[in-house]
T-cell receptor, first 114, second 114 residues
Framework: AQTVTQSQPEMSVQEAETVTLSCTYD???????LFWYKQPPSRQMILVIR??????QNATENRFSVNFQKAAKSFSLKISDSQLGDAAMYFC???????????FGTGTSLTVIP | DSGVTQTPKHLITATGQRVTLRCSPR?????VYWYQQSLDQGLQFLIQ???????AKGNILERFSAQQFPDLHSELNLSSLELGDSALYFC?????????????FGPGTRLTVL
């Protein structure tokens, strides 16, 4: 079974600084998708970024980028120029290429300090 | 606004009771996913329906059941409720096809069992 681990329950960052959230996963599949979701205090889940495992290039969305290390099964999220609105719970998720199963990590709560 | 709607927003009930949660997917999405988010277990995938048929099953209890109707809305039925069922229940929808790799989450229904 696939598992997703987020080893940092809480993180904090100074406004305008950079923070990296860690995620590791376990799988025997070669093709799959990885996601980072943001859950702000409003509780709605928002897709931040996704990565296809067959792509070597790391995904980037504005201030958000990932460091995807397939061999190490690591998928970290880097937030640059942190803003107060980035404060939220962040979930890492795994989805198999052919199946419709999603596996989520337990989340990392990010605090942005003004 | 993801386009996914869930009702009710809040639900308070007693142990042993039965409740129904409702979800309307985004226009055009054929897949509906149900998740449970509790403080001690994080985000847990429960079940997925695709175009009216059960597609994937996760950590769903036997006391829980779901269905997707011809108009594609879905209902999650929770019966013989226990205190531990208190959680936030998310519905998400995804685009049609086998390789939809994105889920759009609704705002959630907060269930409190007293």
């Amino acid at each position: 079974a696939q598992t997703v681990t987020q080893s940092q329950p809480e993180m904090s960052v100074q406004e305008a600084e950079t923070v990296t959230l860690s995620c590791t996963y376990d799988t025997s599949e070669s093709d799959y998708y990885l996601f980072w979701y943001k859950q702000p205090p409003s509780r709605q889940m928002i897709l931040v970024i996704r990565q296809e495992a067959y792509k070597q290039q790391n995904a980037t969305e504005n201030r958000f980028s990932v460091n995807f290390q397939k061999a190490a099964k690591s998928f970290s999220l880097k937030i640059s120029d942190s803003q107060l609105g980035d404060a939220a719970m962040y979930f890492c998720a795994y989805r198999s290429y052919t199946g419709n199963q999603f596996y989520f990590g337990t989340g990392t709560s990010l605090t942005v300090i003004p | 606004d993801s386009g996914v709607t869930q009702t009710p927003k809040h639900l308070i009930t007693a142990t042993g009771q039965r409740v129904t949660l409702r979800c309307s997917p985004r226009s055009g999405d054929l897949s509906v996913y149900w998740y449970q988010q509790s403080l001690d277990q994080g985000l847990q995938f429960l079940i997925q329906y695709y175009n009216g048929e059960e597609r994937a099953k996760g950590n769903i209890l036997e006391r829980f059941s779901a269905q997707q109707f011809p108009d594609l809305h879905s209902e999650l039925n929770l019966s013989s409720l226990e205190l531990g069922d208190s959680a936030l229940y998310f519905c998400a929808s995804g685009p049609s096809g086998s390789f939809d790799n994105e889920q759009f989450f609704g705002p959630g229904t907060r269930l409190t069992v007293l």
